[in-house]
Every structure is written in structure tokens, then in C-alpha cells.
């Protein structure tokens, strides 16, 4: 028991949460249910918080607006899903050659990153917890092999955000697609390509079946961070032992997230290859162009952007020196790893 | 407030917690400061953890037994240093050639981990936590560089456990020094090389001064793991509610402690090669060559110990799966990243 008796019988709070996605995504869904569990467990019972899917309160993309107008409480989502609004909240998700998964969440926790994004979200009413993890993510499904830039060119790929700008000025015309329209899109041949998330995840729709080419790495989706949004008068409404239930059990779900991710992938892409996805890695020419885009984007974004601005300076240059030492033991320990593997 | 009022007033836990850690060692021993914060904050005071650190209340590496025997109700420690009473034990922490952090902490939490480490810790009356993470370590400082596997021969090197049977294999003479004791041994050429752990520590001892080689990767702690330990019976005489406050400040002790040091540990390398160390990589013979002799000592010890077959056979086949899968995304990624970054 942890309140004084007065306190105890008192304190029964009801939240809900929106999420952004359907209960088939099980592993980024479940970081909602667990948080929800770990909170009624610290609390005896006594803060609830029940989860619904994508959909079923607001619309998969309105967690932002209803957390913010206090339709709900809180919610789970990805914030690039609200680039619209402002270009920086994708910063908060992952962007294309940006921080990997560690370097996200050093940055966030570790150097300043979450007071700088607390900042941008105070201004919707909004507290945010990171909310787990997917890891470096695929670059899709081709229906045709990518044996150089020139092969882009009137590409029809499902990609949304800052990928798709890229896609776009290399040539590509992107498409917008919610999940459950992408295999019979390729399977027609309405699209060429598209993009989802991870091996785990992209077996269960089946994409091999229709657009065989599985392309790595998926360089606008290095390390994509999930969030939890709590609307700032209901967080400031709750008692200081539930502001660190909820804050303790958001760390444990972000943890926990990639963990499984990290052990679900390696046997779904070994199931991938054995029916029939064949590995690809984007060539070099796209690799660099894409890079290249990406780095005039951020810069004509920053000057118009101060938001943008400030965390993109503070998440590159963490990145930059991240990366120096990374090459040092972090990758050097990883690729001695598999080569002596692989010559096994 | 989280129970009945008949409860709250009276589960008061006062508990002790012994590290293995000085308080020099700031981020691994703010791990278990930050296990109590949060344990406290969650029980609006009433489940109190004191934290001592090495040496307080019982030996640095006395902190097992300690636990064990209901000396002190739990402890912050590494499970390597107790590799003398079973090797099985360093599989917890480390090993060389071994899984990754985030391989690490997938194979514990999402594949079935946990369970085979509760069983083996539960013959020592301990429940186990995952309490905190170094990433990939540095392989230590060298008076000499060393250029082939023949520089190694008769090399006094300070190394424990695993690491130092490798190397003895290899013709170096390993030596047993605690940490404080490595600087002047160095200083006088008492020895020809120490590791220690990463560039945040490592810099605190100023070795660059001294023995101004610094050795990459750390094959023998490619993902150090601590630990938190509690006491079997101290453990099941706790509320529900209090049990999921350590479980979930634990688990926020070992996301923050990796995000700490991904944020320390870049710029404390920078400023140590403006201040004289240089770099030097493994040369790939002494690297095959220990990989070898690894492949073998862990072969010798399945043979006779029942306990470390079933967890090495388990983390080992996780580990190849999960490389694999590594090399597509992942690596891929950080590999591009970091040419990418050289070049510009």
C-alpha cells in the first residue's frame, strides 16, 4: 500500500487510451496493453487505464487531436503520423538517416532530447513518453529489382512522410495507403513497391507472395520510436505516485517493445526467405542520393522552422559523435560477428 | 494510493541494497540509486532501499553470498564476477564473442531468457532483474601496440574471468588488480595492459597517460549486463503492488543506464584522443585466433556442466539467428552511416 488511508480511498482514476493501431500489429498494439497492466499492478487496481484499437474511439490518425482537446486522456501512436501539423514531430519518430534505436533514446534520455521535445509538445497541451521501438526497419516490398537510381523513375511506391519527398525527387511517385489496401494494390499492380515496418510484421501481410524483392535497409526508418501522449491537465491532475506508475510503466513497455521485436524478426526473415522473399540491398547510387536529398531537406526546413531547427541541430550533432564511436566497438564487435558466421 | 487502508499502514519495507559498485563508477551505481527513487516514488515512501556501495556492508564480490544468505535483502552486481562458483553465472552478464546489448536483453525478455536464468539463480535463492547495460566495451589500454598474435607472448595483462583464460591461451600472463590499482601498475610496467570498461569510465582513470594504445572491440564484453539480486524469501514476502514496483524500476534502471552511457560515452572518446590515446583495432589474427579458443572453452565446459549447455545452447542459437538478421538492417544502416559521415 503506498497512500495514507485518507488518500487511498480517494484516488480511483479511469483514463483511456486511443490508439493508433489495430490489434494485428500485436507487438507495437501490446506496448498500450502493457503499460495498462504495469500501471493497475503498481496502483492495486486503483489507476485504470483501458486501451482501444485504431479506430475505435478516434481515428487511428486523431490521437493527436484528442489527446490534445481531452477526447481522451492519453494515447499511443507514431508522432510522424502528424508531420502535417509540423514537420519537426517526425523528428520525435525517427527521419530518414537519423539516429538509430540506442542513439534515439540516449539522446531522448541521456542528453537534453527530452526536455527540447517536452518543449514542442507543451505547445498541444501534451506530455510525451517515448513508447517503444521497432529497431532499423525494412524498405519494402519491389515487385521488380532496384539495380540502380535510373530503375526509380515513375515508381509507384507506398511510402508517406519525409521518405516520400525523398522517393519523390529521386523520380518515384509515391503513394498513401493505409495497411490493410497495400497486398491487393501490389498484387493488381496499382503499385510497383511499399514500405511497412519489419520482418515480424510484414510476413503477416504476406508481401512475398506479390512483390518478392525485400530491400534493406530501410533508410527513413533507422530506429522509429513509438510515443505515449497524456493530455497536460490530466497529467497534472494525478497524484505524484501515479504520474511515476505511468512514467516508470512507459519505460518498461518502451524496453520491452524492442526486446520483442528484437527476438520475433530473426526467425520471421528466416521464414520470409525460406517462401520465397528474396534480400536486396538499395545500390549504392540510391543510398547516396537519397542521403543527399535528405540533408537539403533538413537544411530548407531549418530555415523556415525554428522548432525544427533546434532538435534537428541537437539530434545531428548527437548523431555525429554517436556514429564515431559506434564504428568503434559497437560495429566492429557486429561485423567481425557476422563474418566469422557467415564463413562458418 | 494504491491499497486498502487496513494494508497501507502497515507494509513499511525497509530494505538494503549491496553494490559491487564504488560511487567513482557513477552511471552503473546510479543504477541502483535509481531502482530506489523510483521503488520509493511508486509506494509514496513506503518501500524504502537503502543502497551501499562496494565495500559498505559486505566485499565488492561478497554481494551473491551476501543476498544468497539473507545477509542483505538485494544487490547490484555483475554476475561474472561470481564466474569462480559456476561459469554459468558469467552467461548472465557477458561472454566473449557473445550477444549484443540489445541481443542480450531480447533473448532474456523475448525469448524465453528470464526463465532459464530464474532457474539457475533460484539454486542460490536469488530472483534476478536485468539492472542495467555498458553496451559493447572497449578492449583496454596497451603500453605496445600490438601487431600480430606473437606481440601477445608473455604480455601481463590485467583481465578476469573469461577473457583472461583466452588470453592465457594466446601466451599473455593475465593479472587480477582491482580498479584502483591498474593506474600505477601501468605507471611502473608492472603490467603491459588492462581493460577496464568504456570510454566514460575509463577516462576517470586517465589510462592514456600511461598506456596510450586503446584497444578495439572488447570481444570479451561485446553487451554487459548487471544485475539486481533479491533474496528468494524476502522476495515472496512482499505485496503484489511492491513487487511490480521493483520489477518496473528495475526495468527503467536498464533502459536509463544504456541510454546514460550512449550519451557519455561519445564525447568522453573524443576528448580522450585529443588528450593522447590512439586507437588501435585487434589485428584479425588475434581476433580469429580467440574466437577459436572461445569455441572450444565453451565446447569443454558444456561437456561437464549441464547448466551452462542449456543457457549457452540457447543464447548461441538466438545470437546466429539474430546476426543474420542484423546484417540486413541494422549493420547495413550503421555501416552506411557512419562511410557516409567519414567522407563528408
Redesign the interface.
Known sequence: ?????A?????TVKWRLASSFPKSLDTIYGGAEMLAK?VA????G?FEIRVFAGGELVPAFGVLDAVQQNTVECGHTASYYYYGKNKALALESTWP?GL????M???????GGMELLREMFAAYNIVHFPGGST????GGWFRKEIKSLADLDGLKIRIPGFGAEIFSQMGAVPQSLPGGEIYPALERGAIDAAEWT??YDDEKLGFQKVAKYYY????WE?GTHLVFYVNQAQWAAL???YQ??FT??A??A???M??????????A??RLLQNGAE?R?FPDDV??KA?AIAQQIYAEESAQNPTFKTLYDSMRE?????????????????????A??RHK
Do not use: C, I
Open positions: 500500500g503506498v497512500a495514507l488511508p488518500q487511498a480511498e480517494t484516488t504495469r499492478e503498481l496502483t492495486d486503483q538517416f538509430n534505436t540506442r542513439q533514446t540516449g539522446w531522448v534520455y541521456g542528453a529497431g532499423a526497419q525494412m519489419v520482418p534493406a535497409p530501410g533508410w533507422p497524484p505524484p505516485a511515476a506508475a516508470a510503466a519505460q518498461e518502451h524496453l520491452q524492442l526486446a520483442a521485436y528484437d527476438a520475433k524478426n530473426p526467425p526473415l528466416q534480400l540491398r543510398l547516396l542521403y548527437f548523431q555525429k559523435r554517436s556514429d564515431a564511436w559506434w564504428t568503434v566497438a559497437e560495429s566492429s564487435m557486429a561485423n567481425f560477428m557476422q566469422v558466421q
